[in-house]
């Protein structure tokens, strides 16, 4: 666990399953998604079998996450899609074709995504008492990241926010906690994180020496991490933003 104690003044948050939630099937929509943009990239002139590209594309998906996982780099999406239509000799178009082609399959999971009930009350609460608010989201897409921060009202409390596909760096790296801190204009020791992932939020907050707190309300599937990895164990669990503000106050008067 870290060992920093010092007054909390800054919250980083994480963002997917922390602030908001995928309301259907994940999989099943993702692949539906991946239809939706072999069907553009079809209508855009490119002559692809909409199945197969869809089950290639999610295959090279899945080994991007897994390599992303061990060095922690984020790399553009575009650059799986153009290797894919390289390697099926219909790699014709500009980025901005295929990008416009890649929204069209982002705005289908985007409306999936709803807001946490509590989010809006407990960033309000956080804002009246002078806490300083961050925004630190693992995405392979930052443009739609960017949707669903807009999509939900949420900018305006952050008054720094890093999506990992424009930084490069992603959670638990711990160069992507003191970039955030840096932007803030904060020490990073007066600073905690609250997110859904052990591996991402609590191991990159501990790796950066600050409290991790894991708010555990759709991840109980974790939970048998903690028992595994000591470096895993959070600071505090919540089950919903509700209990932030108390965990915040016991915290600051210790």
Same mark, same amino acid.
């Given at each position: 666990?870290?060992?920093?104690?010092?007054?909390?003044?800054?919250?980083?948050?994480?963002?997917?399953?922390?602030?908001?939630?995928?309301?259907?099937?994940?999989?099943? !929509?993702?692949?539906?998604?991946?239809?939706?943009?072999?069907?553009?990239?079809?209508?855009?002139?490119?002559?692809?079998?909409?199945? &197969?590209?869809?089950?290639?594309?999610?295959?090279?998906?899945?080994?991007?996450?897994?390599?992303?996982?061990?060095?922690? /780099?984020?790399?553009?999406?575009?650059?799986?899609?153009?290797?894919?239509?390289?390697?099926?000799? !219909?790699?014709?178009?500009?980025?901005?074709?295929?990008?416009?082609?890649?929204?069209?399959?982002?705005?289908?999971?985007?409306?999936?995504? /709803?807001? #946490?009930?509590?989010?809006?009350?407990?960033?309000?609460? /956080?804002? !009246?008492?002078?806490?300083?608010?961050?925004?630190?989201?693992?995405?392979?897409?930052?443009?739609?990241?960017?949707?669903?921060?807009?999509?939900?009202?949420?900018?305006?409390?952050?008054?720094?926010?890093?999506?990992?596909?424009? #930084?490069?760096?992603?959670?638990?790296?711990?160069?992507?906690?003191?970039?955030?801190?840096?932007?803030?204009?904060? &020490?990073?020791?007066?600073?905690?994180?609250?997110?859904?992932? /052990?591996?991402?939020?609590?191991?990159?907050?501990?790796?950066?020496?600050?409290?991790?707190?894991?708010?555990?309300?759709?991840?109980?599937?974790?939970?048998?991490?903690?028992?595994?990895? !000591?470096?895993?164990?959070?600071?505090?669990?919540?089950?919903?933003?509700?209990?932030?503000?108390?965990?915040?106050?016991?915290?600051?008067?210790?």
């Amino acid at each position: 666990m870290a060992a920093n104690s010092k007054p909390v003044k800054a919250v980083f948050f994480d963002l997917g399953y922390t602030l908001i939630y995928f309301s259907g099937d994940f999989l099943k !929509e993702t692949f539906t998604s991946y239809l939706i943009l072999a069907d553009e990239l079809i209508q855009a002139g490119c002559e692809l079998d909409r199945q &197969n590209f869809a089950a290639e594309f999610e295959k090279r998906i899945h080994q991007y996450f897994a390599q992303r996982s061990q060095d922690y /780099l984020e790399r553009p999406i575009i650059d799986i899609l153009r290797a894919i239509l390289t390697d099926a000799g !219909e790699n014709r178009y500009s980025d901005a074709v295929y990008l416009k082609c890649m929204e069209a399959m982002y705005r289908f999971t985007e409306r999936l995504w /709803l807001i #946490e009930e509590d989010t809006h009350d407990l960033l309000n609460w /956080l804002v !009246e008492h002078d806490y300083r608010l961050g925004l630190i989201s693992n995405a392979s897409s930052a443009w739609d990241v960017n949707n669903l921060i807009d999509n939900h009202h949420l900018r305006p409390y952050f008054s720094t926010i890093l999506i990992s596909a424009s #930084e490069g760096i992603r959670k638990p790296d711990p160069a992507i906690f003191r970039r955030a801190a840096e932007r803030m204009q904060i &020490n990073l020791a007066n600073t905690v994180m609250v997110g859904d992932t /052990l591996d991402a939020d609590i191991l990159g907050a501990h790796c950066a020496g600050i409290r991790g707190i894991w708010i555990s309300r759709r991840k109980e599937v974790e939970r048998a991490l903690i028992a595994h990895y !000591e470096n895993m164990r959070p600071d505090a669990e919540i089950h919903s933003l509700r209990e932030l503000p108390a965990v915040l106050t016991d915290w600051n008067q210790e």
